[in-house]
C-alpha cells in the first residue's frame, strides 16, 4: 500500500478561511470630532522613496505597525510561526517516514516480512503459544528416541570395548591401560555409531513442530492428536534419509582419498587432499543446507508431491542464500551454547560418578538425561525458526501475508 507522499507531492498547508491578510499600510486615523479637517486620500503603496502621505490636520500620526515575520499567523500573534505548516516529524513533514498502515499480527509474528529479532522472538513465542505440543510432545519423542539410542549404544559399547581392550593386550599393552584406554574409545564409539539413529526421530519431531507453528502463525493452537494424524511426516523422514545418505557417501569419499594416498606413500598428497577436501566438504555442507532448508516446511505444509516439493523449496531459496545460512547458523551457535549449559554439567556429572564407582553404566545414563534436555530445547526451537524462515521467504517472494490475513479473518 503506498502513502500519500509516494507520488512527490506533498499536503497542502491549511489555509485561513477568511483570506489572506492586507498587506498595505493601516489607515489615517480619524480626527477629533468638530476638527474641520479634510477628509485624507485613499491610502496607495507608496513608491520607492516616495514621501508618506500626510496625515489629517491636527491628527496625531498614526502608530507603527509591529514588525512580524513573513510566516507568522494573520492576526494571531500567540500562533507560532508557520501557521497551517506540518509539525516537525509528522506525518507529510520535510524527511519524516512515510505513513504506513500497521502490519496485521492474528498470532506469534506480524505478517509483513521478518527481520532477525522478529524471527528468534517469533520462534520463542511458537514455544509459549502452545507449550503442550512443543515442549511436551518433544519431550515424550526425544526421550524415547534417546532411551532406544542408549540401549544400543551400551551393547554396542561393551562389544567395542572387548574387542579393544583385547587388541591392546595383543600390542604389548598392560591390563590396566588396556582397560582405561577400551573404556574411553568404546563410549565414544558407540555414541558416534549409534547417533544416526536419531535422524528419523528428528526428522519427525521436526516435521510435527512446524505444523504446531504454522498455526500459531494465525493465532491457532492445535491439539496432540491434530499433529499426529498428520501423515506427510513420512515424506520428512525420507528426506532426512536421504540426506544423511548423502553426507555419509561424501565423507567416505574424502577419507578414502586420504587413505589411498597415506598407503600409496604420498603423505604430503594426502595431508593437502585432508585440509583442502574438508574445507570444500565445509563448504558444501553450507551450501546444501541453505538450499534444502526450507524443504521440510514445504513438504508438511504445501500438499504436493515429494520431488515437485523439494524442487520448489529449492527455487525458493534463491535469492536468499545468505540472509537464510547466516540465521540458521546463529540460531543453531544459539542453540549450541544452551546444549552445553545444559551437557557439560551432565558430562561432569557423569564423570564424577564413573571415577568413584568405576560403572561405565552410570556415565551413559547421566549423558543420555543431558542428551534428552538439550536435544529437547534444540530440536524444538530450531524447527520453529525453520518454520518462520518459510513463512517470510514466502511473504517476500509471493505476498503470502494476504493469504494468511484472509486465513486469519475466515478463522476468526
Not at 16 to 22: T, W
Not at 171 to 188: I, K, M, N, R
Not at 302 to 324: D, H, I, N, P, Y
Not at 381 to 408: C, M, N, P, S, T
Amino acid at each position: 500500500m503506498t502513502s500519500p507522499q509516494d507520488d512527490g507531492t506533498a499536503p497542502a498547508p491549511w489555509a485561513s478561511p477568511a483570506g489572506p491578510p492586507v498587506s498595505g499600510p493601516p489607515s489615517a486615523a480619524p480626527g477629533p470630532p468638530g476638527a474641520g479637517q479634510a477628509p485624507a486620500p485613499a491610502p496607495a503603496p507608496p513608491g520607492w522613496g516616495a514621501p508618506p502621505v500626510p496625515t489629517g490636520w491636527g491628527t496625531p500620526p498614526p502608530a507603527p505597525a509591529p514588525q512580524q515575520t513573513p510566516t507568522a499567523a494573520w492576526g494571531d500573534p500567540s500562533v507560532p510561526p508557520g501557521w497551517g505548516a506540518t509539525p516537525p516529524g509528522a506525518v507529510g513533514a520535510p524527511g519524516a517516514p512515510p505513513w504506513q498502515v500497521p502490519a496485521l499480527q492474528p498470532g506469534i509474528i506480524p505478517l509483513r516480512p521478518l527481520g532477525l529479532g522478529e524471527i528468534l522472538d517469533g520462534a520463542v513465542r511458537a514455544v509459549r503459544a502452545n507449550p503442550s505440543v512443543m515442549f511436551g510432545l518433544s519431550a515424550v519423542v526425544v526421550t524415547i528416541a534417546v532411551a532406544l539410542q542408549t540401549l544400543v549404544q551400551l551393547y554396542v559399547s561393551s562389544l567395542l570395548g572387548a574387542g579393544l581392550g583385547d587388541l591392546a593386550v595383543e600390542q604389548g599393552a598392560t591390563p590396566a591401560d588396556a582397560a582405561v584406554a577400551s573404556e574411553l574409545f568404546a563410549t565414544s564409539g558407540g555414541q558416534a555409531l549409534t547417533m544416526p539413529l536419531l535422524v528419523p526421530v528428528t526428522s519427525v519431531l521436526t516435521g510435527l513442530l512446524i505444523v504446531s507453528v504454522s498455526r500459531s502463525v494465525l493465532g491457532q493452537r492445535v491439539a496432540v492428536r491434530e499433529v499426529w494424524r498428520t501423515r506427510r511426516v513420512w515424506l520428512l523422514v525420507g528426506f532426512g534419509l536421504l540426506q544423511l545418505a548423502a553426507s555419509l557417501l561424501v565423507a567416505a569419499l574424502w577419507l578414502g582419498a586420504v587413505v589411498a594416498l597415506a598407503t600409496a606413500g604420498a603423505a604430503g598428497a594426502a595431508v593437502a587432499a585432508a585440509l583442502l577436501g574438508g574445507v570444500l566438504l565445509l563448504a558444501l555442507l553450507a551450501w546444501a543446507t541453505a538450499r534444502t532448508l526450507l524443504v521440510p516446511p514445504a513438504l508438511m505444509l504445501e500438499g504436493k508431491k515429494f520431488w515437485s516439493t523439494v524442487a520448489r523449496a529449492w527455487r525458493l531459496t534463491r535469492g536468499s542464500f545468505w540472509r537464510l545460512l547466516g540465521i540458521y547458523l546463529l540460531a543453531n551457535l544459539l542453540v549450541t551454547v544452551l546444549m552445553y549449559l545444559v551437557v557439560v554439567p551432565a558430562g561432569l556429572v557423569a564423570g564424577f560418578l564413573t571415577t568413584t564407582t568405576g560403572s561405565d553404566d552410570l556415565t551413559v545414563l547421566v549423558s543420555a538425561i543431558g542428551q534428552v534436555v538439550g536435544l529437547t530445547l534444540s530440536t524444538t526451537f530450531l524447527a520453529a525458526v525453520v518454520a518462520l524462515l518459510y513463512v517470510d521467504v514466502r511473504i517476500r517472494r509471493e505476498g503470502l501475508d494476504l493469504e494468511l490475513a484472509r486465513a486469519a479473518a475466515g478463522g476468526a
